[in-house]
């Protein structure tokens, strides 16, 4: 599976940015879905994960403000961000797996977001 993120860009703190992930492959469906982010630093931290029945589960830090979804139609995976922050400014990348919640089998190469204040 070929991931690649797009959608990132440069907002003031409380707009809204939706991003997207395209997937390669007949077999989109059948995959467990997520969003990771990493500012700078080390850790890449968990956002919001679907799995391949539409269970979506998210991290404390977005709840509320985050909706993920996914349209296997389109084999493609969003990140609908509302009332954002500066402290969401990160690179963020999108995840799939076949057996693992959160995902962590295959990795796009990320997209920037920066929230300013």
């Known amino acids: 599976v070929q991931l690649v993120e797009s959608g990132g860009g440069l907002v003031q703190a409380g707009s809204s940015l939706r991003l997207s992930c395209a997937a390669s492959g007949r077999t989109f469906s059948s995959y467990n879905m997520g969003w990771f982010r990493q500012a700078p630093g080390p850790e890449r931290e968990f956002v919001a994960g679907?799995?391949?029945?539409?269970?979506?589960y998210y991290a404390d830090s977005v709840k509320g403000r985050f909706t993920i979804s996914r349209d296997n139609a389109k084999n493609t995976l969003y990140l609908q961000m509302n009332s954002l922050k500066p402290e969401d400014t990160a690179v963020y990348y999108c995840?799939?797996?076949?057996?693992?919640?959160?995902?962590?089998?295959?990795w796009g190469q990320g997209t920037l977001v920066t929230v300013s204040s």
């Open positions: 679907i799995s391949w029945s539409g269970y979506t």
């Open positions: 995840a799939a797996d076949q057996k693992r919640q959160p995902p962590s089998e295959y």
